[in-house]
Nanobody, 124 residues
């Protein structure tokens, strides 16, 4: 059984940095996609970034491009999201998700396993 667990959220001032981690235990394949999504109060869950395990290609939402960096350690089934130059509008619960199919997707419903989320709060 696959379990996805995020960590690293917290409270930071605008302009600061945080690093989120996501560990996927029980993963049976070395391929697939790990994605980061976020959901602010009253808003829909939105795509943030993803990484393909095979080839390590990455994709970013326009709103975070140049500020956030996703990376991963396939052998450890762990992905990271380095968030720099944080803004108050980045405040949300951040979720990590695993997609078995090795095709990038920005759509939450196409992911197979989700973590419980970690709160990121950016104060102005």
């Amino acid at each position: 059984q696959v379990h996805v667990v995020e960590s690293g959220g917290g409270l930071v001032q605008a302009g600061g940095s945080l690093r989120l981690s996501c560990a996927a235990s029980g993963r049976s394949s070395s391929s697939g996609v790990m994605g980061w999504f976020r959901q602010a109060p009253g808003k829909e869950r939105e795509f943030v970034a993803l990484i393909r395990w095979s080839g390590a290609s990455t994709y970013y939402a326009d709103s975070v491009k140049g500020r956030f960096t996703i990376s991963g350690d396939n052998a450890k089934s762990t992905a990271y999201l380095q968030m720099n130059s944080l803004k108050p509008e980045d405040t949300a619960v951040y979720y990590c998700a695993l997609r078995y199919i090795d095709i990038p997707s920005l759509l939450p419903f196409q992911y197979d396993h989700w973590g419980q989320g970690t709160q990121v709060t950016v104060s102005s």
